[in-house]
C-alpha cells in the first residue's frame, strides 16, 4: 500500500488529513470521531479574541458594548478563554493525534498571557486565523499588510509554539506577503480561509449569520496558488477549501501542500468520508504507481515552469474557448 505518512508544522501525521477548525473539534467527543475515523490531527473550533476580551470585562474604549460583544457576553460562544485551556488539556488525554490550537483575532492586546497558557495547556502547534477586514479609506493595501504583520509578530514573540497562519486569498500580492509571514516567524500558511457572507434581515435591519459550506468545485483558488507558492515562500503550505475527495486532496498534494483540511464535506456527509478519502488516496497512488505522498507533493507546481506567467495565461485562454 502507498505510503500516506508525512509532516506538518514538526509533527509526525499518518496522513495528511487533517480537521479544521469548526464544531466538528469543539469537544473531545467529536475530536475522537474524527481520530476513530483516520483523522491523522484536529484544528480545534477557533478561539475569537472577543472572547478573551469579555472575560477580562475590560472591553476596550474604541469598541464600546457593541453587538459583538454583548453577543460574546450573553452566548459565552461555546467555550470561554478558560473551558477552551481544558479542552486541549482532554482532547491530549483522549486521543494520539496532533491537537491544534486555533485563534482567531485582528489585534494582539488580549495574548500576552493567554499564549503561555495555550502553551503550557499541551497544545501541539497554533494556527492563527488573521481576518483583517479593509473598512478604513484613508488606509491603503501596504498599511492594512503591515498592520497584519504587526499583529503576528506580537503574537509570534509570544508563543512557543510552532505557528500556522490562515489567510484570505484577497491580497495584492500574495507571494510577497507570504515571504513576509514566513520572515515573522510563521512555519506554515493555511490557504484559505473563507470570510463570512454579509446579510441582514429586510425587516429588522438585523444581522444575519449563514453557513456557507464549501462544495467539490471550490478548491480551484487555494490549488493555484500552492502551486504557484510551493517551495518558493519558505513555509510550507496547508490546503483548505472545497477539498471533497481523494483525488482532490491528491491535486493539492501534487501541487505543494503539507497537508489538507476537511470540513464541509464531513458536514455534507458524515466524519466517515475522512474513511472514503484516504481509501481513494491510496488507490489512486497504487494506480499512478506513487509509492508515497512524499513522492508525489510538488509534482505539478509551478516551481518547475521557466514562465508560470504563460501557464497561468493558457489556463485562462482554455478556459474561456472551451479547450481542454
Not at 486565523?129 to 503574537?155: G, H, K, V, Y
Request: with cysteine; hydrophobic share 40%; proline share 3%.
Amino acid at each position: 500500500m502507498p505510503d500516506l505518512h508525512t509532516s506538518y508544522l514538526g509533527l509526525k501525521l499518518k496522513n495528511p488529513l487533517i480537521a479544521s477548525s469548526s464544531s466538528l473539534t469543539d469537544s473531545v467527543q467529536g475530536i475522537q470521531r474524527l481520530a476513530d475515523a483516520g483523522i491523522a490531527a484536529v484544528v480545534l473550533k477557533s478561539l475569537f479574541e472577543e472572547q478573551i476580551e469579555a472575560e477580562t470585562n475590560e472591553i476596550s474604549d474604541e469598541f464600546p458594548h457593541t453587538e459583538a460583544y454583548d453577543y460574546v457576553r450573553q452566548s459565552g460562544m461555546s467555550l470561554g478563554p478558560k473551558a477552551y485551556l481544558d479542552l486541549i488539556r482532554d482532547a491530549k488525554k483522549a486521543v494520539d493525534i496532533p491537537v491544534i490550537a486555533s485563534l482567531n483575532c485582528v489585534n494582539a492586546r488580549w495574548w500576552q498571557e493567554y499564549a503561555i497558557q495555550l502553551r503550557d495547556s499541551g497544545a501541539d502547534a497554533l494556527e492563527i486565523n488573521l481576518s483583517l477586514m479593509p473598512q478604513r479609506f484613508d488606509q491603503d493595501a501596504r498599511a492594512l499588510e503591515d498592520e497584519l504583520i504587526s499583529t503576528f509578530e506580537r503574537i509570534r514573540d509570544l508563543i512557543q509554539l510552532p505557528v500556522a497562519v490562515k489567510i484570505g486569498p484577497y491580497f495584492s500580492s500574495l507571494p510577497e506577503l507570504s515571504v513576509r509571514l514566513r520572515r515573522a516567524g510563521a512555519d506554515a500558511l493555511v490557504l484559505f480561509n473563507r470570510f463570512y457572507q454579509y446579510d441582514f434581515d429586510l425587516a429588522t435591519g438585523a444581522s444575519k449569520g449563514r453557513l456557507n459550506l464549501t462544495n467539490e468545485r471550490d478548491y480551484g483558488m487555494a490549488l493555484r496558488w500552492i502551486s504557484i507558492l510551493f517551495d518558493r515562500c519558505g513555509t510550507q503550505l496547508s490546503a483548505s477549501t472545497g477539498i471533497h475527495s481523494g483525488e482532490t486532496a491528491l491535486k493539492m498534494i501534487a501541487a505543494g501542500a503539507d497537508s489538507v483540511q476537511l470540513c464541509s464535506v464531513l458536514y455534507r456527509s458524515n466524519i466517515d468520508m475522512v474513511k472514503t478519502i484516504l481509501a481513494d488516496m491510496e488507490r489512486l497512488l497504487s494506480a499512478m504507481n506513487v509509492s508515497s505522498v512524499e513522492d508525489l507533493r510538488g509534482r505539478y507546481s509551478q516551481k518547475g515552469s521557466k514562465n508560470p506567467e504563460s501557464m497561468e495565461r493558457l489556463q485562462y485562454i482554455k478556459a474561456l474557448t472551451g479547450v481542454s
